[in-house]
């Protein structure tokens, strides 16, 4: 049974919105799972940033926050699946039909032939914004090796949950703290790993056509929430709970992760991008309700 929570909030949704074919203003509960609390990261707010429930295969997956203007998602979050990091590659790239005003499906869709993609080029990635951006390459933030079944992997494939990572350090560093993550929630994760990763932006762009098309981001961050955990880790593991975060710099060089506290990753994105003084990834910094009391 949903939770009640849930329950409330599908009462509202059915009575008050009809996301068929939109961008969804307010998540659906079954979109909220993929949320601690059902809660959003707060504090990023703007006209062009749109909240997608990323649906594949007649079921949503995770939940986006895109910007529409420069074409990239601002984060993705996800409840990570227990794996063993393997990888699928025999998915298209897809786009999302949600961006579109002339949709009529909530799936994500592969890449149509020929320029049907300048139907929904002005809200979105395309895939020819990277051809020949030859620096960069496409680099998840719910990436497929946090998932298990084959259609969750699948999912990961959509335009609209990558951004251009600097080659040597999406093949590097950042793929490497994908293992250490994965490692970590596989092993001392008991229960739900809620986890938001995301960018910041500082002005740079892939250019096609002499016009900004794709916004390349300067750092990556991403945080984790598993408030069910092993309190019999080894200490170095065990203080990463419930919650942590890491951070790094998109670049060939100087690209190190810093793990740090969600609290100081909160205060360093207050310092470097556009959100606001009341920024919070996770509700209640993922203290769970008993805890709290104490």
Known sequence: MAPLWAQAFLLVTMAMTDVQGTVEKELSPECREFLYMGTPPVG??????????????????????????????????????????????DVPWMYEPQLSTVSDTREMQAFPRGYMHRNFEDAQAILDDYTNAVLYERGHLNPDEHQADPDDKASTYTLTNVVPQVREFSAGTWKEQEHVIRKRLNNYCHGTAYVVTGITTSGNMIRRHNIDRVAVPTYLWSAYCCTDYDHNAPYDERYKFPAFAHYALNEKENNQVLELSVKKLEEFLQRS?????????????????AFALH
């Open 44 to 89: 990023l707010e703007d006209h062009s940033l749109q909240k997608i429930c990323q649906r594949y295969n007649n079921k949503p997956r995770y939940v986006t926050l895109y910007d529409t203007a420069n074409h990239v998602p601002i984060y993705s979050a996800y409840t990570f699946k227990r794996s063993d990091g393997e990888k699928r590659v």
């Open 273 to 289: 991008t556009f959100v606001d003084k009341n920024f919070q990834i996770f509700a209640d910094d993922c203290v769970p309700p």
